[in-house]
């Protein structure tokens, strides 16, 4: 069984700068994509970032230049180093790995809340 857990979420003045975490367990053989989501009240869920197994990045435009995304394989685990934050970057920040076990599946953290006041 695989299980995704994020941290790193919380409350952050505009300006400010966050980093996340998500780190898998479980009986993993190989991760390919790992990506980042975010969903505002009532908005739909949307791509934020995705980093390939070989490194290759990208990006929302909304969040070009500001946010980096990152993964240390060994861990398992993707990063998202949120910087220049603003207000409309609050929303419940979920991150998904394409996983494979004895198949290959999509696996999604539990989500972590980031607020930014203005």
């Known amino acids: 069984q695989v299980q995704l857990v994020e941290s790193g979420g919380g409350l952050v003045q505009a300006g400010g700068s966050l980093r996340l975490s998500c780190a898998a367990s479980?009986?993993?053989?190989?991760?390919?994509?790992m990506g980042w989501y975010r969903q505002a009240p009532g908005k739909q869920r949307e791509l934020v970032a995705f980093?390939?197994?070989?490194?290759?990045?990208t990006y929302a435009d909304s969040v070009k230049g500001r946010f980096t995304i990152s993964r240390d394989n060994a861990k398992n685990t993707v990063y998202l180093q949120m910087n220049s934050l603003k207000p409309e970057d609050t929303a419940v920040y979920y991150c998904?790995?394409?996983?494979?076990?004895?198949?290959?599946?999509?696996?999604w953290g539990q989500g972590t809340q980031v607020t930014v006041s203005s």
């Open positions: 998904n790995m394409q996983i494979r076990t004895t198949y290959r599946g999509s696996y």
């Open positions: 479980g009986s993993i053989f190989s991760i390919d994509v």
């Open positions: 980093i390939t197994s070989i490194g290759s990045t």
